[in-house]
């Protein structure tokens, strides 16, 4: 029996091998997919890629991380001056709160007459019911008159009218009373101011008539 030749036991092995990959190898066939990583993809895009387009993605990318640097500070910042106004907004908030707390005592303390108040207010509501019912009453009427039943358009206007007609000579008679308030006043200045100029001319006078006389009884004792 021979030797085997060195190109034989070196093929043997490497046949062995390449059974070994081709049975752990991925399936290609249609079908089949083959996962591939994210970072496998970009590398193999870079290689695809001339130099120039890489050195320019490579600057695209430090941008773009430095861009997300500066807007995750920016938010940093943002975030804290907001929780600082929320701070101020809290303690305005207790300010207020106390404030309206102590306003209250105060005005608790200075009112106690709590059956006064109440007493107050049943009053109220009842003067509001006798409005209302009087109210009802006078429509009641309206509806009832003939002149609304005939032509209820024109008599609601000649009640406009005539209400109308009696505020405006309310208004006129209000306005001319003003007035003669107004001038009433306007004269009583007026004669004030006029009697102050004749007590400050008399005063003049006086003090003119007083100086001569004190000359003369001076001019009189000098002489004699």
Known sequence: M????RAGRSKTPAKAVSSRLVKHA???TTGAKILVSPKSQTAGENESLSRGQRKRLAKREQFL???RMVMSS??????????????GLDA????LTS?????TEAQSSAHPSAPAVQQLSSQTVKAKKNLANSEIGHMGLVLEHPSFIENPFAAIQQHLRNSLESDAEMLQEESLKREKED??????KKEEKKEKIRDIRFARRMGR???KLLEGVVYSIVNN
């Open 99 to 103: 404030t309206t707390s102590t306003a």
């Open 26 to 28: 991925p399936l290609t």
């Open 74 to 87: 920016l938010r940093l910042k943002k975030l804290e001056e907001q929780k600082g106004k929320l701070d």
């Open 183 to 188: 001038k009433i006043i306007e004269d009583k």
């Open 92 to 95: 305005i908030k207790e300010a």
């Open 65 to 67: 991380k430095r861009e």
């Open 2 to 5: 021979g030797k085997a030749s």
């Open 209 to 211: 008539l007083a100086s």
